[in-house]
């Protein structure tokens, strides 16, 4: 092979840009990088610049390419790129996650907490001062390698990180376009271009004109093409140049061609080692084409020195890697295929012998395997269980393989189909492909084996996916026929039952089947199926206006979870979700967190990523509630996160939906707006017991943004869900108060308190009397107004959601400051304050601050801050004192400012002292200026 000065001519502007884009990640920016362009045009090449420059610089460069025959092993571009550093003495832990997915040893391994570790470990080692990634070839990524790309992109690292890829024109890898398109200008795409017939004398400085002119003719200016036929006879650059006029670019074909007939000048020898390597991998071990080849050790050495010696591999380590992978191409296709086969099947041979990863020898079983194959079934479904939550699409591949290879049996297979029948349809349908998975497990339904019911069920969740309700009834009802009045298995159809009803908001069928499952499992005590029934019937309970019943359903759900093991619960793990937020609504605030924090933690633990959001979601919701509001963003954001890997569309839009008021409440109308925008973007929530609770954060939104039609617009609609009822009838009367329709607003005010009071709930009590306060308010009653304040603060407090008491306690200052009660305002003003300033909820403080500033215009100056001494503290000690004044235990305190309660209390005490003053209550009045 011809190979003159291999350096790089031309590509002025791209290797401008290139230096643009680590120049900016140097100063502490994400960048992206896409380069495309056809085979052989340099794209590899300019990686390999922007890789050496970034090294220059100090930075950690990670280098990974994809292969073109090696689909097969999950994230293999990744590990390719980890390589150097997992090799390091102490690897990050990450890392072990990336082996393992690949290597499919942990099962039950979630793919997106791998994806955030990936992120995690890009922002680990870029630090203040960057780091890069470089992937090639992405044209021939392992799906998983591809879904972890995009990911990378749609949710970048934080912090000074290149990604840099490059893929050929012809196969943009799907997915790719939109997330660059995304990121705007924070990614640079390069679409490289032929050499330009300068460039081509800039290559061959020696040769003459004409010849170069020729040469750039007949390569249309690629680059590969042009070495390789650097020493070409002028003829046949006159016919390539003939033909070259109808085609604008290179076909491979071309470029394979002339590779191939380079190779096809080898010694039989070195020709069979290259097709070996070829097959055995890219970089190739020597001892496997020894084995492949059947040739002594020294014939395949002395044939990897002749490859090399003419440029086809270069060793690499004690392995040899192909000059390029067209090279390796040539080879591969210039073998004949039945040799091919039969390569495939001595590799996966020899892998097998010596325990090699089950992957690897998964592709080559591909390959090689024949129908009827018991090992070669056996191999592809245990490759494509172990890749099922890893890499879906592998998986449904290998096992639709499997299949292939059980159905030319005559013998109908032991389970053995059924079973990969369920394993395919799982795959399937938790990646979005749900016809198919339907059609596969009717196939199991029918055939009637041991597998039934669980094909049933699963059935069902596609159903309900598909937003095919009236189908999963009907197929539910119709089990349940077939099944015996008790037992497990009915139990569980009941209890999917109820979930079908949940979605259609029919809450009466909830807990008529939630009520007959429990009836079904009684006496259960291995499954977690009683605690589930009475979680699910509690909801049904709540949503019917039945507080009570439902206090006594979700006690005795707490109960049971609170002492049932772990793997009794990890089957229903999604029913604690509706456990935690009916304790929500029912005034244990403390359970809901509890409880939602173990199931997060099971499911983190065990691997069940698709309960994940919906778990994120209400402890998104839950911590909103008891003013964590940067947690609840950060769960949100996870709960985001996983559901965008496992393509839930309806989960991604919940997730935005519970970012709405912690977003409101920190970053203020215009933030909250626009994750509102992308909600609506990301399509609503369709039903189910949650959907209510995203039009009320964007009804919020729209009010708080001073849009009080929209918000009434929002909320128009008819809602069947009691539990949301009474906030639903508030925010309206407030939105009909703002739109001057005061009639409107003292009515569904009135309303909202009635539904509230059957209830029983202390929120829901609180929103109504907070938009009483508002009605009576504008109405010019503000005496009325404040009690009914009053009491909003006191039920918010109850029910343990201090931002809300906060707002209403802002309400109560307004209207005592209107009423002249300035000293009462202003101690109302710091309660407020001082719960915003504890929860972060860092708008509502800007805007409490803007609030006060208009009171102090009108109203007689308070006492400077430093007359009431406070300026003697320390930034500590009046942290703590402003904690206390809200009313917080010192143990409170402590948890808060992660100090022991030791601590508070000896800060506490020194500021007793400087103040002079004894009790709370006097350190109260001192801190907001008030007696
Ligand atoms: N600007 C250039 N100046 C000199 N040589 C170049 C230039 N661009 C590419 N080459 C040479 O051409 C050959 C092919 O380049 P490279 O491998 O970068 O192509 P590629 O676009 O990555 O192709 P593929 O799509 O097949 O991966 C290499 O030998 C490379 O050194
Ligand atoms: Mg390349």
Request: proline letters at 5%.
């Amino acid at each position: 092979m011809a190979r003159p000065g291999a350096e790089l001519v031309g590509r002025r502007f791209e290797l401008d840009t290139i230096d643009g884009a680590l120049a900016d990640v140097m100063a502490g920016s994400f960048r992206a990088v896409a380069i495309r362009g056809e085979p052989g045009v340099g794209k590899t090449l300019l990686l390999g610049e922007l890789a050496e420059r970034a090294g220059g610089h100090g930075l950690p460069v990670n280098r990974g390419r994809a292969t073109e025959f090696e689909q097969n092993v999950p994230f293999g571009i990744f590990i390719d790129a980890f390589e150097r550093l997992a090799a390091t003495g102490a690897p990050p832990p990450e890392l072990d996650l990336l082996t393992a997915a690949s290597g499919g040893g942990q099962a039950e391994l979630d793919r997106y907490r791998l994806f955030r570790g990936v992120r995690r470990l890009l922002e680990g080692q870029a630090g203040r001062r960057g780091a890069i990634l470089v992937l090639d070839d992405l044209h021939w990524a392992d799906p998983a390698s591809l879904a972890l790309t995009e990911y990378l992109l749609r949710r970048p690292p934080r912090g000074p990180v290149l990604v840099a890829v490059a893929h050929r024109v012809a196969q943009p890898p799907p997915g790719l376009a939109d997330a660059l398109v995304r990121l705007d200008s924070a990614a640079v795409q390069l679409a490289v271009e032929p050499l330009g017939e300068d460039d081509v004398a800039a290559m061959f400085p020696t040769q003459p004109h004409e010849r170069r002119t020729l040469l750039h003719r007949a390569t249309r200016g690629n680059p590969l093409y042009l070495r390789a036929l650097a020493e070409t006879d002028e003829e046949t650059l006159t016919a390539l140049a003939r033909q070259a006029v109808d085609d604008r670019i290179v076909p491979e074909r071309a470029l394979l061609d002339v590779l191939g007939a380079e190779l096809a000048t080898l010694a039989p020898e070195p020709l069979l080692v290259a097709q070996a390597a070829a097959v055995a991998g890219d970089p190739a071990d020597r001892d496997l084409v020894a084995y492949v080849t059947e040739l002594p050790d020294e014939s395949v050495a002395a044939a990897f020195d002749v490859l090399t010696r003419t440029g086809m591999t270069a060793p690499e380590g004690p392995r040899f890697r192909f000059r390029h992978p067209l090279v390796r191409a040539a080879a591969y296709w210039l073998s004949q295929p039945g040799w091919r086969v039969h390569a495939h099947g001595r590799i996966a041979h020899y892998l097998a012998d010596r325990h090699g990863p089950l992957l690897v020898r998964a592709h080559h079983v591909e390959r090689s395997a024949r129908p009827g194959d018991e090992d070669a079934v056996a191999t592809l479904a245990a490759a494509a269980t172990a890749t099922r939550h890893a890499s879906p699409t592998m998986s449904a591949r290998l096992a639709r393989r499997a299949l292939q290879l059980l159905s030319d049996r005559t013998e109908p297979a032991d389970g053995v189909a059924d079973e990969l029948r369920i394993l395919l349809a799982r795959t399937l349908g938790l990646s979005g492909e749900l016809g198919e998975s339907r059609k596969l497990l009717h196939d199991v339904i029918q055939a009637d084996g041991p597998h039934r019911t669980e094909a049933v069920a699963f059935c069902a969740v596609v159903y309900r996916l598909l937003g095919k309700l009236d189908e999963a009834r009907a197929l539910l009802t119709n089990e349940l026929d077939r099944l015996p009045a008790r037992g497990a298995p009915t139990a569980k159809t009941l209890l999917e039952l109820a979930g079908v009803d949940l979605l259609c908001q029919d809450p009466a069928a909830v807990c008529r089947h939630a009520g007959e499952a429990l009836a079904a499992a009684e006496g259960d005590h291995d499954t977690g199926l009683v605690p589930a029934a009475h979680a699910v019937l509690a909801l049904g309970l709540l949503q019917c206006d039945e507080s009570d019943s439902a206090g006594t359903h979700v006690d005795q759900a707490a109960w049971l979870v609170d002492a049932a093991p772990d793997a009794a619960l990890l089957p229903e793990l999604g029913t604690l979700g509706p456990l935690a937020w009916v304790e929500l609504h029912l005034r244990h605030p403390e359970r809901a967190t509890r409880h939602i924090g173990r199931a997060l933690e099971l499911a983190r633990g065990s691997g069940l990523a698709h309960t994940m959001p919906h778990l994120l979601i209400v402890d998104a919701y839950v911590r909103t509630r008891r003013g964590q509001l940067t947690e609840a963003l950060a769960s949100a954001d996870e709960a985001l996160d996983c559901a965008a890997v496992m393509n839930a569309g309806e989960a991604v839009a919940m997730a935005m939906a519970v970012r709405l008021r912690p977003t409101l409440w920190q970053h203020g109308p215009r933030a909250a707006l626009g994750v509102a925008g992308r909600s609506g973007e990301d399509g609503r929530p369709g039903g189910g017991w949650w959907s209510g609770l995203a039009e009320l954060g964007r009804a919020e939104v729209y009010l708080a943004a001073g849009d009080a039609q929209g918000c009434l617009a929002e909320l128009a609609g008819e809602s069947a869900d009691g539990a949301t009822a009474s906030s639903r009838l508030a925010l309206r009367a407030v939105a009909s108060v703002a739109c001057g329709l005061l009639d409107d607003g003292r009515r569904q005010a009135g309303e909202a308190l009635r539904r509230a009071e059957r209830s029983a709930g202390a929120h829901q009590l609180a929103t109504a009397h907070h938009a009483l306060a508002r009605v009576r308010w504008a109405a010019e009653d503000p005496d009325a107004g404040t009690e009914a304040a009053r009491t909003a603060v006191t039920r918010f407090a109850e029910a343990g959601s201090p931002v809300e008491e906060g707002i209403a306690r802002q309400l109560l200052a307004e209207l005592y400051a209107s009423t002249g009660r300035l000293g009462a305002a202003r101690e109302e003003f710091g309660r407020a304050k001082v719960l915003y300033a504890a929860s972060a909820a860092t708008w509502l403080s800007a805007e409490l601050a803007r609030d006060e500033r208009r009171f102090a215009a009108r109203a007689p100056r308070p006492r400077r801050s430093d007359e009431n001494g406070l300026a003697a503290l320390t930034t500590r000690e009046r942290e703590v004192v402003d904690l206390a004044t809200a009313g917080l235990t010192n143990r409170e305190i402590a948890e808060r400012l992660y100090l022991s309660p030791k601590t508070v209390e000896t800060h506490l005490s020194r500021a007793f002292a400087k103040l002079h003053v004894r009790s709370r209550v006097d350190l109260t009045r001192r801190v907001t200026g008030s007696g």
